[in-house]
């Protein structure tokens, strides 16, 4: 899953952007950013006045944690049904359209933790929202990826072909727009050339469709939506995260500083029940993973639609348990700098992220 979700829910298209979107960058974000800050002292100040669930169990200053889930079953789900969370328990308020939404809801209190791609949580904090990334929940590795897909008999063969042309994503500066960008960049296309290709917001769900009726030139394509596009055929990769990266954990929970201080007994328990679950899906058979999976679905009424689970493959995620590795936000942070949308040192790891919730932190069970 990245950013969290394959968003089969999600509304669109909403039209084409140019990729450097520097609409987003020096108009909605530092907006965005001072709306988040005020609503965040309401929304926070809510959260924390009435926790739902009450508290006390076991000395757990909040039992009821709220978040906005997706298509699939997420590692705090499996958690809880493997009964790593209790007494903790969780509360879905509904689904999420992509992972900068989802962080987002937790910054202005609507939920207790979300997750979205590291880039996107570097700009949002960057953007003086109060969060801290505690665990790495989905990634690159080589079960686990995505691809950026031509029609067999397309004429894009390289990156400067791209030039002028449409490209489908689940939703603007997240983590198909980083790939893309550092594809472009590192094959050396210039700014005003990469700013040339066009960002079209697709659902994931829609994006074949896209490709095979040519409304784009290219889709991009992960998991389930990838595997069964490539069943039906007439169709290739023209490149994936994984040919630029390799095995690396993209992803990371968020909680806001406020919550981690008012409920450290909470944050701590969550972060490790999320660990374990991770693990646990990390060593056991495939096989194992995917039959509790689908107990899961089957037992929240929901009306998904099961067989999409055979597909999973792996978690993705390169750390024990979640661990966060400095380099997989470094990279980000360095990239961003590059393109001008920080300045150097205006972002520091150690107030970005955090592993000390994590029972696997400095060689743990």
Known sequence: ?????????????????PLSHRHLSEIAWPGFAALLVAIAVLGCSKASSAPLGGGDAEGYEKLELRYEGGTGVSFPELAEDLGFLAPLRLNFVGSSISGPHNIQSVVTGDTDFGGAFNGAVIKLFAARAPIKAVIGY??????????????????????????????????????????LKEYLLRNGLSRDEVNQVTLVVIPPINGELALRQKQVDVATLGGILRDKAMERGGIHPLFTDHDLFGAFTAGSYVLTKEFIRENPRTARKFVEAVAKAIDWAQTTPRAEVIARFEKIVAGRGRNEEASALKYWRSTGVAGKGGLIAESEFQVWIDWLVRDGELKQGQVQLSELYTNEFNPFWKGGP
Not at 143 to 149: D, R, V
Not at 154 to 169: A, C, N, T, W
């Open 138 to 179: 989905y990634g690159v590795d080589k079960e686990t990826w995505s691809g950026f897909y031509v029609l067999d008999g397309s004429p894009i063969k390289s990156p400067r072909d791209l030039i002028g042309k449409k490209i489908s994503v689940n939703t603007l500066g997240a983590h198909s727009e980083f790939i």
């Open 1 to 17: 899953m990245q950013d969290g979700l394959d968003f089969a829910n999600a509304s669109g298209p909403l039209g084409p952007a």
